[in-house]
Each structure stands twice: as structure tokens, then as C-alpha cells.
């Protein structure tokens, strides 16, 4: 199995300011046809996750442009800008290269 | 409006058996794959199983922690998808998530609770 290892585990970030989370994953998440199935998820307290960044820095439907996703082959990065209320929770990475699919363990942002 | 609303959770006893369903709604059904995902208390998200449409001859695949005791069904005409669960343990308890494919849209869950 592909093992998504994210971090930091948690992450205190004043309003207004910057994040990155790393993400990495054990094996290449190039798939055969080319392209790197790896995701974002964010879940806030009490709701279902939701997608934020698909094949690693495409920005979903209605996704603020303050979310941007880059990286390669094994190793990659979301970064947050302009950290607003609504930003906090935990954040997730997944791989869809390769079955079974995979999470990240996640991210907490907290306000500092 | 894409909408995705998941029923069939409740108490079950260690070794009981389960379905869950998923209504889905906003979207042409017939043409996405579709995934089942859940996440125990205070966890992580775990995979469950995924299963194909009907050009993929409704191919399905699942989480080897699970393979054999989970059967993933669907029923176009429903625009619905089942997870079938057996031989529950007390670590299956979980917020089981009906997804679709790519994890794009995700339901609020219905939660699974194996305790005696």
C-alpha cells in the first residue's frame, strides 16, 4: 500500500497569515497514464471532508485561490494564504494512483 | 445540486451484519465510479471500497483490512449505492462516508457503533 505521511501533526497560524503542509508518499504517484492523482481534503469540525486540490494543484470548484497545491512524484506541498476563520480544521492528503486508495493521518490548524 | 445522503447506520452487536445505502441525486449516476469511505472516532479517513459503472463492467475493489466481509453493490436505476458489512467488530465503528468518484462530493455520513 502507498503510505501518505503528512506534517506537522498540528499547526498554529494567526489570522491573515501563511501555512504549508507537507505531504509525502512512500511510493511515486505517477500513474501509468501520466498523471499524479494526489488530493486535499479539509474537514471541518463537525462536517464531511471536502475537496480542495485535485491532481495535486488543480483548485476544485468554488476553492478560494488563497488554497494552491504544488509538488511532484513523491513529495508534496498545500500552502494557505491569508488564513481566514472558516480555514481551520484538519487537513488531509490522498492518493487515487494506486489501489487501495490512501489518507494522510492529517493536519490540525489551530489559531495561534 | 449534487446530493449525496447516506442511511442504514445504527447499534450492532459484535458479529452482526450491516447495510448501508446511499441516495445520490444532481448528477448523471450512471456515468461515475463510486467509493465508500469511513473514519472511526477521532481518526483518519479510511478507504472502504470502490465499484466501477457499468463500462467498467461495475468492476469493484476493496480495502484488504475488509476483503471478505464487505460487498460493495449498485443500483443504477436508483441512482444508489449499498455497502454490505458482516462479521462486525467493535473497530468497524466509524462515520461511514458515501463518496464519488475522485472524492469530489461527499454525503454527512451515517455512523456505525459495534458494541455489545
Known amino acids: 500500500d502507498v503510505v501518505m505521511t503528512q506534517t506537522p501533526v498540528s499547526l498554529s497560524v494567526s489570522l491573515g497569515g501563511q501555512v504549508s503542509i507537507s505531504c509525502r508518499s512512500s511510493?511515486?504517484?505517477?500513474?501509468?497514464?501520466?498523471?499524479?492523482?494526489l488530493s486535499w481534503y479539509l474537514q471541518k469540525p463537525g462536517q464531511s471532508p471536502q475537496l480542495l486540490i485535485y491532481?495535486?494543484?488543480n483548485r476544485f470548484s468554488g476553492i478560494s485561490d488563497r488554497f494552491s497545491g504544488s509538488g511532484s512524484g513523491t513529495d508534496f506541498t498545500l500552502k494557505i494564504s491569508r488564513v481566514e476563520p472558516d480555514d481551520l480544521g484538519v487537513y488531509y492528503c490522498?492518493?487515487?494512483?494506486?489501489?487501495?486508495?490512501?489518507f494522510g493521518g492529517g493536519t490540525k490548524l489551530e489559531l495561534k | 445540486e449534487v446530493q449525496i445522503l447516506e442511511t442504514g447506520g445504527g447499534l450492532v452487536k459484535p458479529g452482526g451484519s450491516l447495510r448501508l445505502s446511499c441516495a445520490t441525486s444532481g448528477f448523471n449516476f450512471n456515468d461515475y465510479f463510486m467509493n465508500w469511505v469511513r473514519q472511526a472516532p477521532g481518526k483518519g479517513l479510511e478507504w472502504v471500497a470502490q465499484?466501477?459503472?457499468?463500462?467498467?463492467?461495475?468492476?469493484?475493489y476493496y480495502a484488504e483490512s475488509l476483503e471478505g466481509r464487505v460487498t460493495i453493490s449498485r443500483d443504477d436505476s436508483k441512482s444508489s449505492v449499498y455497502l454490505q458489512v458482516s462479521s462486525l467488530r467493535a473497530e468497524d465503528t466509524a462515520i461511514y462516508y458515501c463518496?464519488?468518484?475522485?472524492?469530489?462530493?461527499w454525503g454527512q455520513g451515517t455512523l456505525v457503533t459495534v458494541s455489545s
Open positions: 465499484i466501477r459503472n457499468k463500462n467498467y463492467n461495475y468492476a469493484t
Open positions: 491532481k495535486v494543484s
Open positions: 511510493q511515486s504517484l505517477v500513474h501509468n497514464n501520466g498523471n499524479t492523482y
Open positions: 463518496t464519488r468518484e475522485g472524492f469530489a462530493y
Open positions: 490522498g492518493q487515487g494512483t494506486q489501489y487501495p486508495w490512501t
